[in-house]
């Protein structure tokens, strides 16, 4: 044992001293981990860590090269997903799977209904099972809703259920709330407590710090592959976890520059999209960074999407620069000098199978070309050079993006948009879900872009981004701008004021 | 080495090299393939898949496919045979049957970009309403007497040579398509948009525009190749090249082109319209019953749907295990 383990009850599932490797590739050296009962241990570490690789081991799909993996103490070998869901351990992942047309109950009980004669499906137990179980979690859930339609919280606490149906005691939550709203956040905190009260041992993995010290009592934490720390929360700052993380002190993680702003380089006025957002009006400075704040599903992304002309507006007008966008039509706001960095980077920002070099490319198909055709010298080293400044880290260019991790692509989406020169950028949630020492990265790019007079507008739901990063913030509730608020201003309680509809500050 | 280790399970170049095999195995062991008349039958039959697989290889790139061509070139041989009876001149017939065929590509393509329906669904439909269209104009005529230096063109050779007269304008449409699938702007985006529709059109790709575009190609080519057809069998009938849609999709599947869009090169296209074109010359040849060639046409188009995707296996494999070493 390296590392401190306090007397109490016996860990139910524990690594110990685990390797384990992908060719050459060493995804983990000597990891060791205890999970207790009736206690949340967060698992820490940048993006390629090991994180995954550790979280597939205990879930049975890799099976470790080297160490042991201990189930109430005892040495046990998971021969697949199987072995380890009968042991008690249930993994859920940041996006569910469920299947869409099934109502709850039915997903919940998919392949193990309970039967009545001649092998009919009991409806009226399994909706009472499911019922249970919600109330166990202290849910209201209609067992009898379709799946689809269910938000990204209401999926997974669909799968925590399922998960608590096979009697699950160790319950690893690869990064949950990547894609939840605080109050979602709150409920699936308020789940994950009262699980832990039941005696569950939780294994929880977020890049967002002050999670894992708002429910977490142990932390362990991964760096390339190898074990750094395991430790108590209690005591630790964030600036400790930080450091054990990245390996050095982070250089500030936002870097906010003072930027005179300049001419008004974004006009939106009296926007509307009927049922999604009203009478949006706002301007975007050159070398200003705006914030645009709001829970999700406000009605930001819907805006941007507008703006950039992905979908259409139904009244009102954009202006980049002076000139008008036509209404629907991305490839005019393109050559007005306008980029947009999509929310769903996998869906949106990149064409996976795609190499590195063609999807920066893509931006440039109509700049970069002679005689008609594509010149692909000059593609080649726009994306080179672009992908060599964002530090995007790749083997060759040629290979797909699907092959780098998440930060690394997001930053190959920030090099194919920075590639156009644009003279206003939009960014919608840059930072969601990639690791720490990239997020300052990119903070640190946005800062250098409006230095260099580009007037960003930032969409993000996370709060300490916004208030670090923007000179002004708009805060978007319910499809309308309720409240601008200068830097000087804006704090967390006067953007969650205007955010949740209580009277702006 | 891995660069050529990666190359070499490319999906396309297989489908190249089993051709050659395939062409030299009957060059030396089929009687009566080599002789340069049925070489100029092999390569006359296997001209209206070969054009018509030009845009279809682009279409389905692009993510879409169109099931009515075979259609849309009997319609054209049925209006340019109405159309000679009723004495016109063939020199503003062709134009106006191209020009249809233009309609025909129109109306799937507006259907599919502008209503967001399925093209699969689309041109099953149009597929049935254009052949309805090709029997109500010509009934069960068959016209015959088109001008002699017209189905000379399409049905004669290049000198003393095995290539029919047709291979060359052939070739230029070739060279036009691969230039402009693998070479322009446009052809890129294809790629993109076969693979992701959504990204695509976050980068400014005008997606629809593109389809379109794709979609009135092809109904040009289709009615090219049904104006062909009739010259070169000296028959325009209602029923010209029934079922053509189906070679033409074995072909550009076989061919390595990935049914979901995003993938394949007109090279491997070209080269399973030749393969599928030469193997139905060498089992006629061979006195392969007509119901066996089916079943081997059959058999060939699952093979091509699940080649590729094999050959991709092997070659992630290889290069996972050239990033290890």
């Given at each position: 044992?390296?590392?401190?383990?306090?007397?109490?009850?016996?860990?139910?599932?524990?690594?110990?001293?685990?390797?384990?490797?992908?060719?050459?590739?060493?995804?983990?050296?000597?990891?060791?981990?205890?999970?207790?009962?009736?206690?949340?241990?967060?698992?820490?570490?940048?993006?390629?860590?090991?994180?995954?690789?550790?979280?597939?081991?205990?879930?049975?799909?890799?099976?470790?090269?080297?160490?042991?993996?201990?189930?109430?103490?005892?040495?046990?070998?998971?021969?697949?997903?199987?072995?380890?869901?009968?042991?008690?351990?249930?993994?859920?992942?940041?996006?569910?799977?469920?299947?869409?047309?099934?109502?709850?109950?039915?997903?919940?009980?998919?392949?193990?209904?309970?039967?009545?004669?001649?092998?009919?499906?009991?409806?009226?137990?399994?909706?009472?099972?499911?019922?249970?179980?919600?109330?166990?979690?202290?849910?209201?859930?209609?067992?009898?809703?379709?799946?689809?339609?269910?938000?990204?919280?209401?999926?997974?606490?669909?799968?925590?259920?399922?998960?608590?149906?096979?009697?699950?005691?160790?319950?690893?939550?690869?990064?949950?709330?990547?894609?939840?709203?605080?109050?979602?956040?709150?409920?699936?905190?308020?789940?994950?407590?009262?699980?832990?009260?039941?005696?569950?041992?939780?294994?929880?993995?977020?890049?967002?710090?002050?999670?894992?010290?708002?429910?977490?009592?142990?932390?362990?934490?991964?760096?390339?592959?190898?074990?750094?720390?395991?430790?108590?929360?209690?005591?630790?700052?964030?600036?400790?976890?930080?450091?054990?993380?990245?390996?050095?002190?982070?250089?500030?993680?936002?870097?906010?520059?003072?930027?005179?702003?300049?001419?008004?380089?974004?006009?939106?006025?009296?926007l509307?999209?009927?049922?999604?957002?009203?009478?949006?009006?706002?301007?975007?400075?050159?070398?200003?960074?705006?914030?645009?704040?709001?829970?999700?599903?406000?009605?930001?992304?819907?805006v941007a999407r507008a703006v950039f002309g992905v979908d259409r507006w139904?009244?009102?007008?954009v202006?980049v620069?002076?000139?008008k966008l036509t209404n629907g039509a991305p490839s005019v706001a393109m050559s007005a000098?306008l980029a947009l960095?999509?929310?769903?980077?996998?869906?949106?920002?990149?064409?996976?199978?795609?190499?590195?070099?063609?999807?920066?490319?893509?931006?440039?198909?109509?700049?970069?070309?002679?005689?008609?055709?594509?010149?692909?010298?000059?593609?080649?080293?726009?994306?080179?050079?672009?992908?060599?400044?964002?530090?995007?880290?790749?083997?060759?260019?040629?290979?797909?993006?699907?092959?780098?991790?998440?930060?690394?692509?997001?930053?190959?989406?920030?090099?194919?948009?920075?590639?156009?020169?644009?003279?206003?950028?939009i960014?919608?949630?840059?930072?969601?879900?990639?690791?720490?020492?990239?997020?300052?990265?990119?903070?640190?790019?946005?800062?250098?872009?409006?230095?260099?007079?580009?007037?960003?507008?930032?969409?993000?739901?996370?709060?300490?981004?916004?208030?670090?990063?923007?000179?002004?913030?708009?805060?978007?509730?319910?499809?309308?701008?309720?409240?601008?608020?200068?830097?000087?201003?804006?704090?967390?309680?006067?953007?969650?004021?205007?955010?949740?509809?209580?009277?702006?500050? | 080495?891995?660069?050529?280790?990666?190359?070499?399970?490319?999906?396309?170049?297989?489908?190249?090299?089993?051709?050659?095999?395939?062409?030299?195995?009957?060059?030396?062991?089929?009687?009566?393939?080599?002789?340069?008349?049925?070489?100029?039958?092999?390569?006359?039959?296997?001209?209206?898949?070969?054009?018509?697989?030009?845009?279809?290889?682009?279409?389905?790139?692009?993510?879409?496919?169109?099931?009515?061509?075979?259609?849309?070139?009997?319609?054209?041989?049925?209006?340019?045979?109405?159309?000679?009876?009723?004495?016109?001149?063939?020199?503003?017939?062709?134009?106006?049957?191209?020009?249809?065929?233009?309609?025909?590509?129109?109306?799937?393509?507006?259907?599919?970009?502008?209503?967001?329906?399925?093209?699969?669904?689309?041109?099953?439909?149009?597929?049935?309403?254009?052949?309805?269209?090709?029997?109500?104009?010509?009934?069960?005529?068959?016209?015959?007497?088109?001008?002699?230096?017209?189905?000379?063109?399409?049905?004669?050779?290049?000198?003393?040579?095995?290539?029919?007269?047709?291979?060359?304008?052939?070739?230029?449409?070739?060279?036009?398509?691969?230039?402009?699938?693998?070479?322009?702007?446009?052809?890129?985006?294809?790629?993109?948009?076969?693979?992701?529709?959504?990204?695509?059109r976050f980068a400014g790709i005008r997606?629809?525009?593109?389809?379109?575009?794709?979609?009135?190609?092809?109904?040009?080519?289709?009615?090219?190749?049904?104006?062909?057809?009739?010259?070169?069998?000296?028959?325009?009938?209602?029923?010209?090249?029934?079922?053509?849609?189906?070679?033409?999709?074995?072909?550009?599947?076989?061919?390595?082109?990935?049914?979901?869009?995003?993938?394949?090169?007109?090279?491997?296209?070209?080269?399973?319209?030749?393969?599928?074109?030469?193997?139905?010359?060498?089992?006629?040849?061979?006195?392969?019953?007509?119901?066996?060639?089916?079943?081997?046409?059959?058999?060939?188009?699952?093979?091509?749907?699940?080649?590729?995707?094999?050959?991709?296996?092997?070659?992630?494999?290889?290069?996972?295990?050239?990033?290890?070493?």
């Amino acid at each position: 044992m390296t590392h401190p383990s306090d007397t109490g009850p016996a860990p139910v599932l524990a690594l110990q001293d685990v390797s384990k490797s992908f060719g050459a590739v060493r995804a983990l050296r000597d990891v060791s981990l205890e999970l207790f009962p009736g206690e949340v241990h967060a698992l820490a570490g940048e993006n390629g860590a090991g994180k995954s690789t550790l979280i597939k081991t205990l879930a049975g799909v890799h099976r470790p090269d080297a160490g042991r993996v201990l189930l109430d103490g005892e040495p046990v070998v998971f021969h697949g997903p199987g072995d380890a869901r009968d042991a008690g351990i249930a993994v859920i992942y940041q996006e569910p799977t469920l299947f869409p047309d099934l109502s709850i109950a039915e997903n919940i009980f998919m392949g193990r209904q309970p039967r009545r004669a001649l092998g009919r499906i009991d409806h009226k137990a399994t909706r009472a099972a499911t019922t249970a179980l919600m109330k166990r979690l202290g849910v209201a859930l209609d067992p009898d809703r379709p799946a689809r339609g269910l938000s990204i919280a209401d999926q997974q606490i669909v799968e925590i259920a399922k998960a608590l149906s096979f009697d699950a005691r160790v319950l690893i939550m690869d990064e949950p709330t990547a894609a939840l709203t605080g109050s979602e956040v709150a409920r699936l905190f308020g789940v994950v407590r009262t699980l832990r009260d039941q005696g569950a041992a939780v294994l929880f993995i977020s890049h967002r710090l002050e999670e894992i010290f708002q429910i977490c009592r142990r932390v362990t934490t991964l760096r390339d592959g190898a074990w750094i720390a395991g430790e108590l929360v209690d005591g630790m700052t964030e600036d400790d976890l930080v450091r054990r993380m990245v390996g050095r002190d982070l250089d500030e993680l936002y870097p906010k520059q003072d930027v005179p702003a300049g001419e008004v380089a974004l006009a939106v006025r009296r926007l509307t999209r009927e049922g999604i957002f009203t009478d949006i009006s706002f301007e975007v400075r050159s070398g200003e960074i705006v914030g645009l704040a709001g829970l999700v599903g406000a009605g930001r992304t819907e805006v941007a999407r507008a703006v950039f002309g992905v979908d259409r507006w139904d009244a009102g007008e954009v202006e980049v620069r002076g000139r008008k966008l036509t209404n629907g039509a991305p490839s005019v706001a393109m050559s007005a000098g306008l980029a947009l960095v999509p929310e769903d980077r996998r869906a949106q920002g990149l064409v996976m199978d795609m190499s590195i070099e063609r999807n920066i490319g893509l931006t440039g198909l109509r700049t970069t070309v002679k005689a008609g055709l594509v010149d692909r010298g000059a593609e080649r080293s726009r994306s080179l050079d672009w992908a060599v400044r964002l530090q995007v880290k790749f083997a060759r260019i040629a290979d797909a993006v699907s092959t780098l991790s998440g930060g690394n692509q997001q930053k190959v989406v920030l090099a194919k948009w920075l590639a156009t020169g644009p003279r206003v950028l939009i960014v919608d949630e840059p930072t969601r879900g990639i690791d720490v020492g990239t997020k300052a990265e990119v903070h640190r790019l946005l800062g250098e872009l409006a230095a260099d007079g580009v007037a960003v507008l930032m969409i993000s739901s996370d709060l300490p981004e916004i208030l670090g990063m923007a000179d002004r913030v708009l805060v978007m509730h319910e499809g309308r701008i309720t409240a601008e608020i200068p830097r000087s201003e804006a704090s967390e309680e006067t953007v969650m004021a205007a955010a949740t509809g209580r009277a702006a500050a | 080495m891995p660069d050529s280790l990666t190359r070499a399970v490319r999906w396309d170049t297989v489908v190249g090299a089993l051709l050659i095999v395939l062409l030299l195995l009957s060059f030396g062991f089929v009687d009566g393939f080599g002789n340069s008349l049925n070489l100029s039958f092999l390569i006359g039959n296997t001209l209206p898949i070969a054009l018509i697989a030009l845009p279809m290889t682009l279409l389905v790139v692009a993510g879409e496919i169109d099931l009515s061509v075979a259609s849309t070139a009997g319609l054209s041989g049925a209006v340019m045979g109405k159309l000679w009876n009723e004495g016109m001149a063939i020199e503003t017939i062709i134009p106006l049957c191209l020009l249809l065929g233009v309609v025909c590509g129109l109306v799937n393509g507006l259907l599919v970009t502008r209503l967001g329906l399925p093209s699969l669904a689309v041109t099953i439909g149009t597929l049935a309403a254009y052949r309805g269209i090709a029997q109500i104009v010509l009934g069960s005529d068959a016209v015959t007497d088109f001008p002699t230096q017209y189905q000379d063109f399409a049905a004669g050779r290049l000198g003393d040579t095995f290539l029919p007269r047709a291979f060359l304008p052939f070739l230029g449409l070739l060279v036009i398509a691969v230039v402009v699938l693998h070479a322009t702007p446009f052809g890129r985006s294809l790629f993109a948009v076969g693979a992701s529709e959504e990204a695509a059109r976050f980068a400014g790709i005008r997606v629809k525009r593109n389809k379109l575009v794709l979609f009135v190609a092809t109904g040009f080519m289709a009615s090219l190749t049904g104006v062909f057809w009739a010259l070169h069998y000296a028959s325009a009938r209602y029923d010209n090249a029934t079922g053509l849609e189906l070679s033409v999709v074995a072909a550009v599947l076989l061919g390595g082109i990935d049914f979901d869009g995003g993938r394949g090169t007109l090279g491997g296209a070209i080269a399973g319209v030749f393969l599928l074109g030469a193997l139905q010359n060498v089992m006629s040849l061979l006195n392969v019953s007509a119901q066996s060639q089916i079943v081997v046409t059959g058999v060939l188009l699952v093979v091509s749907v699940l080649g590729p995707r094999v050959a991709r296996q092997i070659s992630l494999a290889r290069h996972r295990a050239a990033k290890a070493v």
